[in-house]
């Protein structure tokens, strides 16, 4: 059976590298029929909140990141971790360090000024038990794996890039226990994984070398370490790190700005992945999902391809779900005026732009005002004797009249017309603009645009 997790820390909300994390897990269970699990690595008390726990999981169920078996808290096997670590000092593999942060420092400018990595210089590794003990009735001090070694290696297996193997003697002797007590990611994360009997972890390949470490720590202990699979990281736009300004968004924000769930979820799977049909639903990208073809190299996320995918998805929207995500913003909204403009917005809130069509005295936009000043009062005054005339014909015929009585055609005719009746110099047909006002709502938005022009020229 494969399982696989995301296991975030409920330290902040869910952002877009938590995202593909979790999507690529999610996505590499439902496709082999194996289990996704959701763990909150909650044991920094200080900064975990309840309010980040269930913020990220309204996002996961929110994208549609489903998981199998009830939520699952890392503080919960804060026992098994203690054990662990004694465990592995009993051996002699995990040890005590009551170097000072100025030691360190000085031994890491050692260090540097010799050309050698800032590694632990070992200060603490031979002290005895006996002194070990003593010391730590007084004195504050962290836990160190032993692992650093002149001899002998950690291979860690990685479905994509093979047998990736690390001397000792390159490694360090990473902290796993802070002096208030308090475990950091590697001893917890590593233990969790084999209670939870995760069987592969997809993640960045920035963990490379943390999984060398929990490898050692695993076999160890005794169990056997899941399958890796390190791809490319996710970069901004920029190359640079994935930061708010490059791009990088919280879930909460995406969802406040009407960002379609799918959207999100086909954009994402799609980096580092090619090959995947355009069938816009989540069957389709489990079927073709091929953690063997993710790449090694980073990806730069996109903010253009996000949006993109949210059009063509927008399109595609039930005219009665989209009529909820409008009504937000237009309350009197109603069907027709979502099947109207729905192949005309690219984001939810460009639903705004239409709002004359909802209300005869809103006022055109700039550019379109500027369209209705420029064609002037007597136009308006032809169109609306034409649409008394003609306007029961339907928009051929009243825009035939219009053209007739004014000598104007093309652009100049068609504009002004648009701009008095949406508001807008783009947008729906206006033919079916024109059927869905009726009769007084055309007469009663080019009486209006009329008027204002009247108040423009005479102020």
Known sequence: MIVTRFAPSPTGLLHLGNVRTALLNWLYARRHGGRFLLRFEDTDAGRSEDAFIEAIRGDMAWLGLDWDDDVKFQSAHAGQHRDALQGLAGQGLAYRCFCSEHQLNLDRKLAASRGLPPRYAGRCRTLDAAESEKRAESEAHVWRLAVHAPEGSVTVLDSLRGEVSFACADLDDPVVARSNGSFTFLL???????????????????????????????????????????????????????????????????????????????AMARLGHPNVPEDADAATLI????????????????????WRWQTRLLHGVPVEELLEMIRPLLPDADAGFARLVQGNLQQVGDAVDFRRLLDAGALPAEDAMAEAVAA????????????????????????????????????????????????????????????????????????????????????
């Open 188 to 266: 917890p994360n590593a233990v969790d994984d084999a209670i939870d009997g995760i069987s592969h972890v997809l993640r960045g390949d920035d963990h490379l070398t943390n999984s060398a470490y929990q490898v050692w720590l695993l076999e160890r202990l005794g169990h056997r370490p899941p399958a890796y699979l390190h791809h490319g990281l996710l970069l901004g736009a920029d190359g640079g790190k994935l930061s708010k300004r490059s791009g990088s968004h919280s879930v909460a924000e995406l969802r406040e700005a009407g960002l379609l769930p799918q959207a999100l979820v086909q």
């Open 287 to 306: 079927t073709y999902f091929d953690a063997d073809h993710l790449s090694t190299s980073a990806v730069r996320w996109q903010d253009e391809a996000l």
């Open 376 to 459: 002037g009062e007597a136009f308006y005054m032809h169109a609306i004797q034409a649409w008394e005339q003609h306007g029961a014909d339907g928009w051929k015929a009243w825009s035939q009249a219009v053209k007739q009585a004014t000598g104007l055609g093309g652009r100049k005719l068609f504009m002004p017309l648009r701009a008095a009746l949406s508001g807008t110099t783009h947008g729906p047909e206006m033919s079916h603009i024109v059927a869905y006002l009726g009769p007084s709502g055309v007469l009663e938005r080019l009486g209006d645009v009329r008027d204002k022009i009247g108040e423009k020229i005479s102020s």
